[in-house]
C-alpha cells in the first residue's frame, strides 16, 4: 500500500499490512502477486479513528426517522416528511419522525395534511417535546383506532407512542438501520467505538456479528444489574464476546454517578447560580459513595475496568475518591466541570477523561446562566491535557452526531456558530484532537495495528484562522477505511 506517513515522513512510503497489522513501512515494498495491493497514491494516512462514547442503536434510530427538530411551521414539517418518503425505497412499513413543535404554528396541524404528503404509508410523528404526536389516517388503522383529525395528546399519545415502538420495524430489529450507522461512521474514518446502549450491549452484539456486522471494533459496556451475568459468563474487559471475533470485546463497567446540566441535575460543589429556587440547589448523585465504592470494587475482582459518568465537579471528585479506594482502572465520561485541584488527581490515577467536545457549544447558554461563576472549567481539554490526563474524544451520539471530525473541529474552535469560541484557552491544536481521537495509537509505524484511514487532504495543513480551519476539518475527505487489515470503507 503507497501512502504518506502522516507528519513523520518526508514523503511517500509503502506500508505492508499482514494478520491485522502494519508488518513493514518502507520506500517501494515489492508485493508478491498474491498481495492486495491498495493504490493509496501519495494519500495521508493516519491511526483509524475511535468514539469512545456512543449509543449506537439509539443512534441509528435516530438517523433513520425523519428528522423535524428544528422545522418552522406544518409546511416545512410535511415538506421533510415528503422529501425523508422520496428517499427510501417504496413499502407499507411504518415510518416514523421526531421533532416538530406546533405550540406557535398559526393553525393546528390536521390529519388530512399528513394524509396528503404520505398517502397509504402509515407515518407517526412524534412532538419535540414528546407530549402529542401527529399521526396520518394509515397509522390510525394500523394501531386499530378511529381516526381523528389532529395530533394526539399526553396519555392518549403515550400509549400510542408505545404500541407504535412495538411496531417499528427499526425499532424491532435495529440491525438494518446500525449497519448503515456503521458504514457511515466508517466512511468518517471511524474504526472503533465504545458502545454504552443502555440494553446491556455485551449481551446483543454476539447475535449482530452472527449476522455480519463484523466490521467495526466494539467495546461493549455492562450497567450494574447485568454485572453478575458478566461475571457469571467470565467475560473480563477485552475477551471477545464471540470466540474468534476479536473486534468485539467485553467493555467496562459503566456508572452514571450524576444527572447532567441540561436537567439541572449534575452534582456540584457549589449551588447553581440561582440554585436556591431548585429542588436540588447543587444537583445531585444518583448513588450514596458506599454504593459507587462497592460496585466498582466488584467490577474490579472480576476483571472488568470502570466507566463512570461524571458532570459535575461533585461528582467528578466523588467518582476519583472511588477509584482512588478501590485502585480501580477507566475513564471519566463526560467530566464536564472538574475543580482545578483534581485535574492533578486524575492525572495521577491514570483515568482516560472521556470528552465530548461538540457538547461545548450546545451547552454554552445554558452554562452561562446556571454555571457563569464557573465556565472556565468547563471543558477544560487544554488543562487536563496539559496536566498529563489522557484523553479520548467521542460524541455520546445521538447526543452530538457519530461525526469525529465534528469533534476534532470543535475541540480545536470552540465555538458551533458566529460567535467567537468559548473559552479558546482551553481549546486543542489539531495534532493534540487527532491523538485524542486514535486510542492511543500514536503513528503508523511497523507493529501497528491495521487500522487506518487514508485522507485525500492533510489535517495538519489547514488554514491559520481557527473558524475556517474548524471548518476545513469538519469537511475532511476519508478516501479508505481499514479495520484490521480490511478495506471497510473506499470513497469511490
Ligand atoms: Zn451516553
Request: charged share 20%; proline share 7%; glycine share 10%.
Amino acid at each position: 500500500m503507497g501512502g504518506q506517513q502522516a507528519a513523520y515522513a518526508a514523503g511517500p512510503v509503502d506500508l505492508r499490512l499482514q494478520d491485522g497489522v502494519v508488518s513493514e513501512v518502507g520506500d517501494r515494498l515489492t508485493t508478491s502477486g498474491a498481495d492486495d495491493v491498495i493504490e493509496a497514491e501519495g494519500r495521508w494516512v493516519m491511526p483509524g479513528l475511535w468514539d469512545a462514547h456512543t449509543h449506537p442503536v439509539m443512534w441509528a434510530l435516530s438517523r433513520r426517522r425523519i428528522d423535524l427538530v428544528g422545522s418552522t411551521d406544518a409546511d416545512d414539517t410535511l415538506l421533510r416528511v415528503r422529501q425523508h418518503l422520496d428517499g427510501i425505497p417504496a413499502g407499507d412499513a411504518l415510518v416514523m419522525g421526531y421533532g416538530y413543535r406546533s405550540g406557535a404554528w398559526t393553525s393546528p396541524p390536521t390529519t388530512a395534511q399528513l394524509d396528503a404528503v404520505t398517502g397509504a404509508r402509515p407515518v407517526a410523528l412524534a412532538a419535540g417535546d414528546g407530549h402529542n404526536g401527529w399521526l396520518n389516517s394509515a397509522a390510525f388503522a394500523l394501531l386499530g383506532l378511529p381516526v381523528e383529525p389532529g395530533p394526539l395528546v399526553e396519555n392518549q399519545w403515550y400509549a400510542a407512542f408505545t404500541r407504535l415502538e412495538e411496531l417499528d420495524p427499526d425499532a424491532v430489529d435495529p440491525v438494518p438501520a446500525l449497519a448503515e450507522a456503521i458504514s457511515e461512521a466508517h466512511a468518517k474514518g471511524i474504526v472503533g467505538i465504545v458502545d454504552f446502549e443502555f440494553a446491556s450491549a455485551f449481551t446483543t452484539w454476539p447475535a449482530r456479528i452472527a449476522r455480519g456486522l463484523t466490521s467495526m471494533r466494539v467495546r461493549a459496556a455492562t450497567y450494574a444489574d447485568q454485572l453478575e451475568e458478566v461475571a457469571r459468563r467470565g467475560l473480563r474487559t477485552g475477551d471477545p464476546l464471540v470466540p474468534g471475533h476479536d473486534l468485539v470485546t467485553m467493555g467496562p463497567l459503566k456508572v452514571i454517578s450524576d444527572g447532567s446540566l441540561n436537567t439541572l441535575t449534575a452534582w456540584c460543589c457549589e449551588p447553581y447560580v440561582g440554585g436556591e429556587r431548585l429542588e436540588h440547589p447543587c444537583g445531585r448523585p444518583n448513588q450514596d459513595q458506599g454504593e459507587l465504592v462497592d460496585v466498582m470494587a466488584r467490577a474490579r475482582e472480576i476483571g472488568l475496568t470502570t466507566a463512570i459518568h461524571a458532570i459535575g465537579d461533585r461528582a467528578v471528585a466523588g467518582a476519583l475518591d472511588a477509584f482512588e479506594a478501590t485502585g480501580q482502572v477507566g475513564a471519566m465520561e463526560h467530566a464536564q466541570l472538574v475543580r482545578w485541584e483534581d485535574i492533578p488527581r486524575l492525572a495521577g490515577l491514570g483515568i482516560t477523561a472521556s470528552v465530548q467536545p461538540a457538547h461545548a457549544p450546545d451547552d454554552r447558554d445554558v452554562s452561562e446562566q446556571w454555571w457563569t461563576d464557573r465556565t472556565d472549567r468547563l471543558y477544560a481539554f487544554r488543562a487536563m491535557l496539559d496536566a498529563g490526563v489522557p484523553l479520548a474524544l467521542g460524541s455520546d451520539a445521538p447526543v452530538s452526531p457519530l461525526d469525529p471530525w465534528l469533534a476534532i473541529a470543535t475541540a480545536v474552535h470552540r465555538s458551533a456558530d458566529d460567535r467567537q469560541p468559548w473559552h479558546p484557552e482551553q481549546s486543542l491544536t489539531v495534532a493534540e484532537a487527532l491523538a485524542a481521537s486514535v486510542d492511543g495509537q500514536g503513528t503508523v509505524a511497523a507493529g501497528s495495528r491495521a487500522d487506518l484511514v487514508l485522507l485525500d487532504a492533510d489535517p495538519l495543513a489547514g488554514p491559520a484562522d481557527s473558524g475556517a480551519l474548524a471548518a476545513y476539518l469538519r469537511r475532511m475527505p476519508v478516501a479508505v477505511t481499514i479495520v484490521g487489515g480490511r478495506v471497510v470503507h473506499r470513497a469511490v
